[in-house]
Antibody, heavy 116, light 112 residues
Framework: EVELVESGGGLIQPGGSLSLSCAAS????????MAWVRQAPGKGLEWVSS???????SYADSVKGRFTISRDDSTNTLFLQINNVGAGDMAMYYC??????????WGQGTLVPVSS | DIVMTQTPLSSAVTLGQPASISCRSS???????????LSWLHQRPGQPPRLLIH???NRFSGVPDRFSGGGAGTDFTLKISRVEAEDVGVYYC?????????FGQGTRLEIK
């Protein structure tokens, strides 16, 4: 079955760090366009970062310098390292696959609450 | 950044009646290769979004044919020919022409 399963979310204090994981099955992330999209509680969708065409990466301005997207080909897992967390980073984080210039496969998400 | 503006922000539709959502981009979404990476997503309450339409008008696998997309350049539309109960939720348009990838604010569809 083709699916994405996120993990690693959890309560974090402002200024803290967290690593999110996304285990992919049924396809290879090495040859796929992968990304993270987040959704703050009760709000809309916000693109966070993409990893594509091998090792090209792109980040939203709001996370540039604090977030790092990466992957482990041996475990078919996508990661998002989150550093210096702020209140604005509180959201459900979705791992997504890109296809046809769209996001065709979404995980169930992992929640990152931020509170002191 | 390309700003995506959806209208209306909410809509209440009677079962079996049509629904339409508009999405306007702040600049043309046609890329240098002639492709237009405008897609539509649907999010039911408590669920992740799912892809409905890609490249303006292409229904994704498993999407009922009551959903259709159209438009060009900067103006796009999602139409539901006959709304069913399972269509409730929030609909988003998204552009992937350039970074940052941006979404519309979302349109909430309810049953009247």
């Amino acid at each position: 079955e083709v699916e994405l399963v996120e993990s690693g979310g959890g309560l974090i204090q402002p200024g803290g760090s967290l690593s999110l994981s996304c285990a992919a099955s049924g396809f290879s992330i090495t040859s796929s366009y992968m990304a993270w999209v987040r959704q703050a509680p009760g709000k809309g969708l916000e693109w966070v970062s993409s990893l594509y065409s091998g090792d090209y990466t792109s980040y939203a301005d709001s996370v540039k310098g604090r977030f790092t997207i990466s992957r482990d080909d041996s475990t078919n897992t996508l990661f998002l390292q989150i550093n210096n967390v702020g209140a604005g980073d509180m959201a459900m984080y979705y791992c997504v696959r890109g296809l046809y210039g769209a996001f065709d496969l979404w995980g169930q998400g992992t929640l990152v609450p931020v509170s002191s | 950044d390309i700003v995506m503006t959806q209208t209306p922000l909410s809509s209440a539709v009677t079962l079996g009646q049509p629904a339409s959502i508009s999405c306007r981009s702040s600049e043309s979404l046609v890329n240098s290769g002639g492709n237009t990476f405008l897609s539509w997503l649907h999010q039911r309450p408590g669920q992740p979004p799912r892809l409905l339409i890609h490249k303006i008008s292409n229904r994704f696998s498993g999407v009922p044919d009551r959903f259709s997309g159209g438009g060009a350049g900067t103006d796009f539309t999602l139409k539901i020919s006959r709304v069913e109960a399972e269509d409730v939720g929030v609909y988003y348009c998204m552009q992937a022409k350039q970074f940052p990838i941006t979404f519309g604010q979302g349109t909430r569809l309810e049953i009247k």
